[in-house]
């Protein structure tokens, strides 16, 4: 886990949120899918810093390459470093 991103099953049903408050990581990330800057999220939530926004960008990533690693190893029997070219011909 983060410094400043928490899971706790009693908050939020135990989705990733910002520490300390009751915004989840979705949240933020929804705002930026949508086309919010990082400026327009802050505003809405003036208890976040720009450090709260990234930190969530950086958990995703991690999640992300997390489950991507696990699928392959799923897969090959083995896990596989970051995205190789053999993993694309399966296309």
Known sequence: MSERISVQS???NGRP???GTRIT???ALEFLAAGDSV???LEEFPQLTRADVQECLDYVSGVSK???E???KNRKGRTLGPASSTENKNI
């Open 10 to 12: 009693d908050v939020c």
């Open 17 to 19: 949120v910002i520490r």
């Open 25 to 27: 990581a979705q949240t």
């Open 39 to 41: 400026e327009d999220i």
């Open 66 to 68: 997390g489950s991507r």
């Open 70 to 72: 696990q699928r392959v």
